[in-house]
């Protein structure tokens, strides 16, 4: 009985399986052998009825990315899918990390007697040439700008994860460049998530998802979203690779670490869990957050401070007031934030935030609305004055924080709604200046971060303040002080800064004989030390 000729899928298999051998590790000198998941994703790239054009595969660090790249690479350049005379790059954002894929490769190819006799290195360019088709293949770094000129058959793109932004020139000239094979060209993305819905990876795995495509195949290995850090069946979903070669130790111990030091816990998520956050310099994690959205009272009664973030007149503005209340745990600082996006185009602004502005416009099922959407293509000043006007005739708020910038278009709006002069400046005035630079943002963050980790605030889990919070990220100074880094962060962080600044002034508060401040609380100035 004649045999069953393999597939396209199965000869790539059969290829890696019999030629590749493990350059490092514990596994050093031994044939490769595929996991599950590998095979799964090889089968489903090369016997794809309909052809496939582009292939993501998404996973957590250490399962073994590098190594099956290195086999693809070397099944195109002198295996079973090398094409006469074609042209093979990989690309990756550094030279480093495009350094590590030519050099996993190479190792291989010095390691095997066969493919030695196949292939021929060239370590100065990082290039290697396969005899039997003339293959030739090219790493490349956007660091190096070498993606432009000629077209590619295969293409494929390393850690493009870590790109911020839905565009990038490097990857967009290796895509344009593929246009020579007529369906026969491909491109591989093969990294772990993204930050953010809004880059480029995301965007491609979220097109994957709702296009349909059959030309584009999508593996994605992530953590269910909210899954505890030591959830260990979310650990297996982000790590088709854990227990093998990827170490439950290694992710057991960072899993403790990020438990202990809220600090860690969105770069164990991302490296970890594969999940979209952003691990740069977060300044709250999101479980620390989660666990201050504690029901907000009445402030009717109470000392109110705030802080005011004005932005242009058609972006984000945002009011964060905090007011102090006692409780078993001693006092705790409710927090009621003020959002106002210009009405006009919002759904439009919507779809290119990725953020649900018109939901959050829209009033729930308790008659609230999150962000107000005033008529127009701007906020005007005149409807925040308004709105101050009728807070201080309502509240007993004792002072306000604001940026510098675009006060003076602001205060004479405040003077028309009937604030005095004595109330807009000078030392006794409830409006107060605020810079945003270390000097001034990095006892503020200090503070918040204090109040935060030791529960002492609650927020009612207010979606646009949570979004803003989630999107921060702070930079810091060769000394060690802080401020939010608007450059660098994920989004919006307007009420980041306005409740940083509003808990700036409300440390400034001494409270009266029946009212205690926080701030002169042993075991929370004991936090502040530590």
């Not at 991302?270 to 709250?284: G, H, M, T």
């Not at 029901?295 to 705030?306: A, M, N, Q, S």
Request: aromatic share 10%; glycine share 6%.
């Amino acid at each position: 009985m004649a045999k069953k000729p393999m597939t396209r899928g199965e000869r790539v298999i059969a290829f890696i399986e019999r030629y590749c051998l493990v350059p490092e590790g514990t596994l050093l000198g031994k044939p490769v052998k595929l996991l599950e998941f590998q095979r799964k994703f090889i089968l489903a790239v090369y016997d794809n009825p309909a052809g496939t054009s582009r292939a993501y595969l998404s996973i957590a660090r250490k399962n073994g990315k590098t190594g099956l790249i290195a086999c693809l690479l070397l099944a195109h350049i002198v295996g079973p899918e090398a094409y006469q005379n074609g042209r093979i790059i990989s690309g990756a954002r550094s030279r480093k990390q495009a350094a590590e894929v030519f050099n996993y490769a190479s190792k291989m190819i010095y390691m095997s007697p066969e493919l030695k006799k196949l292939a021929h290195v060239t370590p100065s360019s990082k290039t290697i040439l396969g005899y039997a088709k003339n293959v030739e293949y090219q790493a490349s770094s956007a660091e190096a700008k070498s993606a432009h000129g000629g077209s590619p058959i295969l293409a494929i793109l390393d850690e493009v994860g870590q790109i911020k932004g839905p565009t990038d020139d490097f990857v967009e000239a290796i895509e344009t460049s593929q246009g020579a094979y007529e369906g026969r060209a491909m491109l591989f993305a093969i990294s772990t998530q993204a930050a953010t819905d809004n880059d480029l990876f995301s965007r491609w795995i979220d097109d994957a998802e709702t296009s349909k495509d059959p030309r584009i195949v999508s593996h994605i290995y992530t953590a269910p979203k909210d899954c505890e850090l030591d959830d260990r069946t979310g650990w297996a979903a982000a790590n088709p690779a854990l227990g093998l070669f990827r170490s439950i130790k290694d992710v057991e111990d960072f899993s403790l670490l990020a438990q202990r030091m809220p600090t860690k816990e969105a770069s164990f998520r991302w490296l970890f869990l594969n999940q979209r956050i952003d691990a740069s310099a977060p300044f709250v994690s999101p479980a620390v957050w989660r666990a201050c959205d504690g029901p907000v009272d009445d402030f009717k009664g109470l000392p109110v401070f705030g802080g005011l973030d004005l932005s242009e007149v058609s972006d984000l503005t945002a009011l964060v007031l905090m007011a102090p209340r006692e409780a078993d745990t001693g006092t705790i600082w409710h927090v009621k934030p003020t959002f106002w996006l210009p009405g006009d185009n919002l759904r439009e602004k919507a779809k290119a935030d990725r953020v649900p502005y018109d939901v959050w416009h829209t009033p729930n099922e308790d008659g609230v609305r999150f962000l107000e959407a005033p008529d127009g293509p701007t906020v005007d000043y005149e409807f925040v004055a308004h709105h101050l006007r009728e807070l201080f005739d309502t509240l007993d708020i004792r002072k306000i924080a604001f940026d510098r910038w675009n006060w003076r278009h602001f205060k004479p709006w405040l003077q028309k709604v009937g604030f005095t002069e004595e109330q807009l400046d000078g030392d006794d005035a409830v409006f107060e200046p605020m810079g945003q630079g270390f000097q001034s943002m990095s006892p503020a963050l200090r503070d918040l971060e204090s109040l935060i980790l030791n529960r002492k605030i609650v927020h009612g889990a207010h979606p646009v303040l949570t979004m803003c919070m989630m999107n921060a990220t702070v930079k810091p100074d060769p000394s060690g002080n802080r401020k939010l880094d608007k450059q660098k962060s994920r989004g919006r962080i307007d009420g980041a800064v306005a409740l940083a600044m509003a808990t700036s002034v409300a440390g400034t508060y001494e409270g009266s004989a029946d009212t205690a401040s926080p701030w002169d609380d042993p075991e929370f100035q004991l936090s502040k030390a530590a």
